[in-house]
């Protein structure tokens, strides 16, 4: 399944032209550093190793996501099967998550999205072996994907706090009193002070930025059912009788270790809500729900048919919704086929406008506006030239 995940970004993540994000995040690869005001510092460094090993092709520099993508795929089902999952349950659990619609977007671009589900899912999988299990070493393993992760995206974080949560919801105190677990948290916040200092030394640049975000409105701001509404839909709605059933499999009564995948989701659904988050901020935790709901419906359904009925359901709502997801059609038969289905991805950005969805709509025009404002660099007077400077709107015109 992670083979199957690798390959369809392979086959497709060449289309269209660079997305804004990852022009930006190359340019930031030009200039190494610890932090900077919009985003964690490991993405940078990946941005420059990818460009570095592979080229700077569309295919060279998404090949790091997708082998991500592939990770997150190989981690749901080792969580599924440490559950006590057989085959029917890891894959059930794999194929929802190959085919989410958000897993698909996000793993085709140059992006912290791309990592987050593989550090959030692997760093669950570690700490509820070492709290189910007592692997108590395995802490020091769930520092070091946790520490990682805030270097990839600040807002793992949130993830870290909903975890604690469930960690004492769901009644597992006696970790609280494992020297690991505190030697793993030593080693996650030692792999954060880097990041930490630069802040400090840049006036919490980023604190600053999200303040300015939040007070001009830049995100779409959606209300509680609007939120979960839109969990369904970028998850594929069939994929709901999977990770739904994975919820309530960890709350039920008698889920045991369990309990604690299902109130670290509750606790981060709470926060996100909260915070007004874009929907998609809660996305890298479903691949845990997806683990728990493929359990489920093993126990449920003894004969493999029923399984099989919704396994082929799923994939038939993936590939209908696959062509707003991957690259796979021409710009105006994407529209076309958006207008014959009646929908399109929900927008995060209320400034955005255009007939594309947002993630394929800022694939395009970038060389048409630089080629414009080199036309006008190149006309300049020495003189002047060699004293101006150009004025962009935004991190992705001013990466291009």
């Given at each position: 399944m992670?083979?199957?995940?690798?390959?369809?970004?392979?086959?497709?993540?060449?289309?269209?032209?660079?997305?804004?994000?990852?022009?930006?995040?190359?340019?930031?690869?030009?200039?190494?550093?610890?932090?900077?005001?919009?985003?964690?510092?490991?993405?940078?460094l990946l941005a420059w190793t990818g460009r570095h090993l592979f080229g700077e092709s569309l295919q060279a520099i998404r090949f790091l996501p997708a082998l991500a993508g592939a990770g997150m795929v190989f981690m749901t089902g080792l969580l599924t099967r440490d559950m006590g999952g057989r085959g029917g349950a890891i894959f059930l659990a794999c194929l929802g998550v190959v085919c989410a619609p958000i897993y698909l977007i996000s793993d085709t671009l140059l992006s912290m999205n791309a990592f987050e589900p593989l550090f959030w899912t692997g760093c669950l999988w570690l700490v509820w072996r070492a709290a189910e299990r007592g692997d108590s070493h395995l802490w020091i393993w769930a520092g070091v994907l946790a520490g990682l992760g805030l270097e990839n995206k600040h807002s793992t974080a949130f993830f870290l706090v909903a975890l604690a949560a469930g960690i004492l919801l769901s009644g597992r105190w006696r970790v609280i009193r494992d020297p690991w677990m505190w030697a793993g948290l030593g080693i996650a916040l030692l792999l954060l002070l880097?990041?930490?200092?630069?802040?400090?030394?840049?006036?919490?640049?980023?604190?600053?930025?999200?303040?300015?975000?939040?007070?001009?409105?830049?995100?779409?701001?959606?209300?509680?059912?609007?939120?979960?509404?839109?969990?369904?839909?970028?998850?594929?709605?069939?994929?709901?009788?999977?990770?739904?059933?994975?919820?309530?499999?960890?709350?039920?009564?008698?889920?045991?270790?369990?309990?604690?995948?299902?109130?670290?989701?509750?606790?981060?659904l709470a926060i996100m809500i909260v915070m007004k988050a874009k929907h998609y901020?809660?996305?890298?935790?479903?691949?845990?729900?997806?683990?728990?709901?493929?359990?489920?419906?093993?126990?449920?359904?003894?004969?493999?048919?029923?399984?099989?009925?919704?396994?082929?359901?799923?994939?038939?709502?993936?590939?209908?919704?696959?062509?707003?997801?991957?690259?796979?059609?021409?710009?105006?038969?994407?529209?076309?086929?958006q207008e014959a289905l009646g929908t399109a991805p929900?927008?995060?950005?209320?400034?955005?406008?255009?007939?594309?969805?947002?993630?394929?709509?800022?694939?395009?025009?970038?060389?048409?506006?630089?080629?414009?404002?080199?036309?006008?660099?190149?006309?300049?007077?020495?003189?002047d030239r060699a004293r101006a400077a150009i004025l962009a709107g935004n991190y992705g015109e001013a990466g291009a």
């Amino acid at each position: 399944m992670a083979a199957v995940k690798l390959l369809m970004h392979l086959l497709t993540n060449g289309q269209y032209g660079y997305f804004r994000d990852e022009l930006y995040y190359l340019a930031c690869g030009e200039h190494l550093d610890w932090g900077y005001p919009d985003c964690a510092p490991l993405i940078a460094l990946l941005a420059w190793t990818g460009r570095h090993l592979f080229g700077e092709s569309l295919q060279a520099i998404r090949f790091l996501p997708a082998l991500a993508g592939a990770g997150m795929v190989f981690m749901t089902g080792l969580l599924t099967r440490d559950m006590g999952g057989r085959g029917g349950a890891i894959f059930l659990a794999c194929l929802g998550v190959v085919c989410a619609p958000i897993y698909l977007i996000s793993d085709t671009l140059l992006s912290m999205n791309a990592f987050e589900p593989l550090f959030w899912t692997g760093c669950l999988w570690l700490v509820w072996r070492a709290a189910e299990r007592g692997d108590s070493h395995l802490w020091i393993w769930a520092g070091v994907l946790a520490g990682l992760g805030l270097e990839n995206k600040h807002s793992t974080a949130f993830f870290l706090v909903a975890l604690a949560a469930g960690i004492l919801l769901s009644g597992r105190w006696r970790v609280i009193r494992d020297p690991w677990m505190w030697a793993g948290l030593g080693i996650a916040l030692l792999l954060l002070l880097p990041n930490l200092v630069w802040q400090y030394l840049h006036g919490w640049a980023t604190l600053e930025l999200l303040r300015n975000v939040q007070r001009i409105h830049k995100n779409v701001e959606l209300t509680p059912w609007a939120f979960v509404g839109q969990q369904v839909f970028i998850l594929l709605p069939t994929s709901a009788l999977v990770w739904a059933a994975g919820l309530w499999r960890s709350l039920r009564r008698g889920a045991g270790g369990l309990r604690l995948i299902g109130w670290t989701y509750l606790a981060l659904l709470a926060i996100m809500i909260v915070m007004k988050a874009k929907h998609y901020y809660l996305a890298p935790i479903y691949p845990a729900l997806f683990a728990a709901g493929g359990l489920w419906w093993e126990e449920l359904t003894p004969k493999r048919w029923p399984r099989r009925v919704l396994a082929g359901l799923i994939a038939a709502t993936g590939a209908l919704f696959l062509p707003m997801a991957l690259p796979v059609l021409a710009p105006a038969r994407l529209v076309a086929f958006q207008e014959a289905l009646g929908t399109a991805p929900p927008k995060t950005e209320v400034a955005h406008e255009g007939p594309l969805p947002q993630h394929f709509g800022d694939m395009f025009g970038w060389p048409e506006m630089v080629a414009a404002v080199a036309r006008v660099w190149d006309a300049l007077p020495p003189a002047d030239r060699a004293r101006a400077a150009i004025l962009a709107g935004n991190y992705g015109e001013a990466g291009a």
